[in-house]
């Protein structure tokens, strides 16, 4: 099943007083690049989750975060009290026979409270029983995210395989042209010599002809690209992580695109290939995101 590397997921779990918000995120890139936007993770457990995260989800830059809600009665600030006294002996100090000596008490406490690490986090240090319901969270989120690319996988396939075909119904067209162009030629080439009064050797030029002609045919591209769409298509279908294959494939299409376009020789052709080269670049920017 092919999916997407954009992808968003979430879940939450209690632990004690508090609620544990775990989101995570993904958008496409070439490698696994995980990063822990959170210090909740303890250090010694950074290379499990973000092996997990890699082993589940694969390429991408994805994103995890854990946010913490303190219920009612669990305030995550609580006061130092040795700080605050330390920074009011400090003070008391400081303003003794001034005219700030009479500041409001009020006024005095608002002013301690801002001072650094007057405040300071409650301790969430956790246990190894709880480490193991956040993992369980943190399992469940990359599942969410998961299924959330898989969704998004359903469409990426749909809109690839639709471009690949549309480069397909082109190809019959240009075949269409084909004889016109063959002959057109002969004549730009006929009036050339008329125009220069040339006598040519008949067989010789005849001989020239078809090798001119030879060296513009376009046979040999169209059974590529006709390959490389199958290939393509049946990559898609049937391959799990077809994202870095699809994008060398699609390089392929576009390099028989790109040969059919400089030996067209044909307006009608050229606007064919035009064509062919707009559901190319819709079909590569589509594979960017692919996993």
């Known amino acids: 099943m092919l999916k ?3 992808g968003y997921g979430k879940a939450e779990c209690l632990l004690g007083p508090d609620k544990y918000l775990i989101e995570i995120r993904s958008v496409n890139g070439k490698n696994a690049d995980i990063n822990l936007k959170t210090q909740l993770i ?3 457990k950074e290379v499990e989750i973000r092996k997990y995260i890699a082993d589940k989800l694969g390429r991408g830059s994805i994103d995890l975060f854990i946010t913490v809600e303190h219920t009612q009665g669990a305030d995550a600030k609580q006061i130092n009290r040795g700080t605050l006294l330390n920074y009011y002996n400090q003070l ?7 005219v700030m000596e009479c500041c ?5 406490m608002l002013s301690l409270m801002r001072l650094p690490d007057v405040l300071e986090t409650r301790n969430t240090e956790l246990t190894p029983e ?3 319901q956040l993992f369980a969270a943190i399992r469940e989120a990359v599942a969410s995210l998961d299924a959330f690319r898989q969704r998004e996988g359903v469409s990426l396939c749909n809109d690839v395989i639709t471009q690949v075909a549309k480069i397909e119904t082109y190809l019959p067209e240009i075949e269409r042209y084909e004889k016109e162009r063959v002959a057109a030629i002969r004549e730009r080439i006929d009036a050339r010599i008329k125009e220069l009064a040339l006598q040519p050797d008949t067989n010789r030029l005849e001989q020239e ?3 001119w002609l030879e060296k513009l045919d376009i046979n040999e591209e169209k059974v590529r690209l006709r390959q490389h769409c199958n290939y393509f298509r049946e990559t898609v279908l049937n391959e799990a992580m077809p994202g870095r294959k699809l994008g060398f494939i699609a390089q392929e299409m576009g390099r028989e695109i790109n040969t059919l376009g400089s030996k067209a020789n044909h307006a ?6 035009v064509k062919m080269k707009d559901e ?7 594979t960017l995101n692919i996993l």
């Open 268 to 273: 009608d052709i050229q606007k064919c290939v």
């Open 104 to 108: 409001e008490p009020d006024t005095l």
């Open 280 to 286: 190319l670049e819709k079909i590569k920017e589509q």
């Open 130 to 132: 709880q480490w193991e």
């Open 42 to 44: 303890p250090r010694e």
């Open 4 to 6: 997407s590397m954009t």
């Open 209 to 211: 002809m078809i090798f």
């Open 92 to 98: 008391q100090e400081a303003v003794k026979g001034t």
